[in-house]
């Protein structure tokens, strides 16, 4: 089923949140790879290959924290679930907040994946997005701590 799912497919056509949870569950297993690693890596390669369609802004004019700070819809972009918001914290840090998840470990994961690699994309030179509480493990929503390097100016 996940297989036919994935020939089906056009390019940059998104697969339905039960078969991709479904996707992140089996292939760890036959690729012999982590699974958490696995599902930020595929996050990192969607978020490269479709950021610029969705936002074609100049990278001269993105900035991690205002990235952040719009989200909401910049996730409407990628997923169908959840709530989010974001909080900063300071200047190389906000906290990103996501409510009604799927409560799927992996998912998180991609989601940590992809936190990083949007932050990176507009103009960190490092980033990295700690998974702090979780609704999986039965917390009342996801805390995403995304911190970043500023990329060196010229």
């Given at each position: 089923e996940?297989?036919?799912a994935l020939t089906d497919a056009a390019p940059l056509e998104w697969m339905s949140t039960d078969m991709f949870s479904t996707l992140l569950s089996i292939a760890?297993?036959?690729?012999?790879?982590?699974g958490n690693r696995l599902a930020r890596e595929i996050a990192r390669a969607t978020v490269r290959a479709s950021f610029r369609r969705f936002?074609?802004?100049s990278a001269a004019t993105l900035?991690?924290?205002r990235t952040l700070s719009a989200i909401r819809n910049v996730w409407?972009?990628?997923h169908s679930w959840g709530s989010l918001t974001s909080m900063p914290v300071s200047t190389t840090e906000t906290v990103v907040r996501a409510t009604q998840t799927p409560r799927d470990h992996l998912l998180c994961a991609w989601t940590a994946g992809m936190l990083e690699q949007l932050v990176i994309l507009s103009g960190?030179?490092?980033?990295?997005a700690d998974?702090?509480?979780?609704?999986?493990?039965?917390?009342?929503a996801c805390l995403f701590r995304v911190s970043w390097e500023r990329a060196a100016t010229t």
């Open positions: 996940v297989a036919r760890p297993e036959k690729l012999g790879r982590d936002f074609p802004a900035v991690p924290e409407s972009r990628y960190a030179r490092t980033a990295v998974h702090e509480t979780c609704e999986s493990r039965g917390d009342d």
